[in-house]
C-alpha cells in the first residue's frame, strides 16, 4: 500500500498549479488547487485570470457528488466567500459537494474573506485548516509588492554618457530580466529611459513573446509616440503633472494612450500616489525598471520591497555617469546570497532595509 500524501506534497503541487499562471491573474492572485480522495489525487485546477473560474470550481466543477462527497481540498489561498460580478462564492461550491475539510497555505488579506470564509465552511460542518507553507507565503508576498531593478558597472555607474543606452550585463542577466517581467501584474518605467533607450519593455523568452499593462512616468509628455511601447505592451498609461495644457495631451488621447494626471511638488510627481493608482488598477506585483533617479526616490520614500542590483564586471571610468550620490545599501543588507548569471552577479534587498 503506498505512503498516503503529506499535507506539505499536496499544497506544493496546487503551488506548482498557481506558478504557472503567475503575473497573469490581475486583479486576483494565482490560485492553484488539488482534491485528495481517499488517499488519492483525483482532481485539480488552477486560476488562469480575472473572470475564468477560481481554482476550486476548476478543480470540482466536472466530478459528481459521489466523487467529491468525503474528499479534502487543498488549496494554496484560502477560499473566497464572497459574491463579485464575475464568480460565484467558492465556499458554496465546496458546501454543495460535501467535503470533508478544506487545507489552505495562505489567508486572504482581503478584508471581505478575513475570518468569515473559515466561519461559513465551520458553520456547514466542514473544519477549514490553515496549514502555511514558507514557499506558498513567499509566492504571496508580491501580492502587494514593487520591484526594482538597475544594473551598475563595478565602479557604480550606469552608462558612460547621460542619455545615451550602455549596455552592462550579459544574456543570462536578460533572460532573468524577462522571468521577472512574466512574473509581475504590470511594468514601470520613466520618460528617461524610453527616451535613452526606446526599450519593448514585453516579455520575450525563446520564441514566446508576451505583453503586459506599462505604466510610464512622463510629466511634461514627452514620449513620442513612435516609442516601440505603444506597439510591444498591452496598454500604456503615462501619468504626467495636472497642468499641462489640453493640445499636449490631445495627441496621446487620439491614439488610444490612457493619460493620468498626478499630483507633484520639487522632486517631481508623487510616487506614492502613483503607486496607489497602479494598485487601484488591481496590478499588486509591479516590477520597475528605471534609471537611478526614480530608483533612489523610491527606495528613499520606503515604496520598494525589494531592489534587484545587477553587478557588470567592467569599469565605465571616472567621467561615467555614477549611479547614486549617497550610498543606498552595504554588505549587511543583503538579503540572500548573490545569484549569479554568466559573468553578471544580482544582489537582492528587501525592504524596509534592516538598520546599519
Avoid at 481517499?38 to 480575472?50: D, F, M, R, Y
Avoid at 495627441?251 to 494612450?257: A, I
Avoid at 549611479?323 to 554588505?331: G, I, M, T
Wanted: proline fraction near 8%.
Amino acid at each position: 500500500m503506498s505512503k498516503p500524501f503529506s499535507p506539505d506534497q499536496v499544497l506544493r503541487r496546487a503551488l506548482a498549479l498557481a506558478r504557472v499562471h503567475r503575473g497573469f491573474c490581475a486583479p486576483n492572485p494565482c490560485v492553484g488547487a488539488v482534491l485528495v480522495q481517499k488517499g488519492q489525487l483525483i482532481a485539480e485546477g488552477a486560476h488562469q485570470g480575472s473572470g475564468s473560474p477560481h481554482a476550486e470550481a476548476v478543480a470540482l466543477g466536472s466530478l459528481t457528488l459521489e466523487q467529491t462527497q468525503g474528499a479534502t481540498l487543498y488549496i494554496t489561498l484560502q477560499p473566497c466567500c464572497h459574491t463579485n460580478k464575475k464568480t460565484p462564492p467558492c465556499t458554496q461550491l465546496i458546501i454543495d459537494k460535501k467535503l470533508a475539510q478544506v487545507v489552505y497555505a495562505f489567508q486572504d488579506p482581503n478584508p471581505a474573506v478575513g475570518t468569515t470564509a473559515d466561519a461559513i465552511l465551520q458553520q456547514a460542518g466542514i473544519p477549514c485548516i490553515y496549514h502555511p507553507l514558507p514557499e506558498i507565503h513567499a509566492f504571496y508576498a508580491s501580492y502587494a509588492w514593487v520591484t526594482a531593478k538597475i544594473a551598475l558597472s563595478l565602479d557604480g555607474k550606469i552608462t558612460l554618457r547621460p542619455g545615451e543606452r550602455t549596455h552592462l550585463t550579459g544574456p543570462e542577466a536578460a533572460q532573468f530580466t524577462h522571468q521577472q517581467r512574466q512574473q509581475a501584474d504590470a511594468l514601470f518605467t520613466t520618460a528617461r529611459t524610453i527616451l535613452a533607450d526606446d526599450p519593448k519593455m514585453n516579455i520575450r523568452l525563446g520564441t514566446l513573446v508576451q505583453s503586459k499593462p506599462l505604466y510610464v512616468l512622463d510629466r511634461l509628455l514627452t514620449v513620442p509616440l513612435s516609442a516601440q511601447i505603444f506597439r510591444t505592451a498591452k496598454q500604456v498609461t503615462l501619468f504626467h503633472q495636472a497642468d499641462l495644457p489640453a493640445a499636449k495631451k490631445t495627441t496621446y488621447l487620439q491614439k488610444g494612450v490612457r493619460l493620468i494626471p498626478i499630483p507633484d511638488d520639487d522632486t517631481g510627481l508623487k510616487l506614492l500616489c502613483v503607486l496607489q493608482q497602479i494598485g487601484r488598477d488591481g496590478h499588486h506585483d509591479l516590477w520597475v525598471e528605471s534609471g537611478a533617479r526614480c530608483f533612489t526616490q523610491l527606495a528613499q520614500a520606503n515604496l520598494l520591497q525589494r531592489a534587484l542590483v545587477y553587478v557588470a564586471p567592467l569599469c565605465l571610468g571616472s567621467t561615467a555617469q555614477t549611479a547614486f550620490e549617497q550610498p543606498l545599501f552595504d554588505r549587511a543588507q543583503l538579503s540572500r546570497p548573490p545569484d549569479v548569471f554568466g559573468h553578471d552577479v544580482c544582489f537582492t534587498f528587501d525592504w524596509p532595509l534592516p538598520s546599519k
